[in-house]
C-alpha cells in the first residue's frame, strides 16, 4: 500500500510540468528546419571545377554549427566542402580545410564562391550600404 502511495506522490510533480516553454535544444532544431526549408524546394545548386561550366548538379545541406549555420555542398562524384554562413557581410567563409573562400557578388542577389579549383553560386541576401548623412 506504501509503495502505491509512494509511485502516486512521484508521479504527481512530473503531470504538473506539461509541455512549457520549449528547451533550447527544441527551439535550435526549430531554427535550423527554417534554415534548411530554403534548400528543400530543390537542394541542387550550380557548381563547377576549374574552367568547365556552371551545372545544377551540386547539393546542398545545411546544419546548425557551434558558430553559425553549416553548409555542405556535394559534387555528384562525392566530393563535398563545408561553408559556414557569417553575420558580417562576408556571407560564407570555409568551415574546414587550408584552402580560403573566396566570395563574390553576383546577378540576381547570388554569390559566387571559389575554394580551390571549385565554384559555387549560393542565393544571397544583399544588404544595401548606408549612406552617413
Known sequence: MNCLLCLALLSFPLAACGPGKPSST???AGQTAKQAKK????????????AAALETVCTIEQAK??????????HPDGAFRRLLVTNDGRGVVAADG????????????????????????????VRSATKPS
Open 98 to 125: 587550408a584552402e580560403v573562400a573566396k566570395v563574390g557578388l553576383v546577378e540576381g542577389n547570388r554569390i559566387e564562391v571559389s575554394i580551390g579549383d571549385a565554384r559555387y553560386r549560393l542565393p544571397a541576401t
Open 26 to 28: 527544441q527551439v535550435a
Open 39 to 50: 534548400f528543400a524546394g530543390d537542394p541542387r545548386i550550380p557548381c563547377a571545377r576549374g
Open 65 to 74: 554549427g557551434e558558430t553559425g549555420p553549416i553548409l555542405t555542398i556535394r
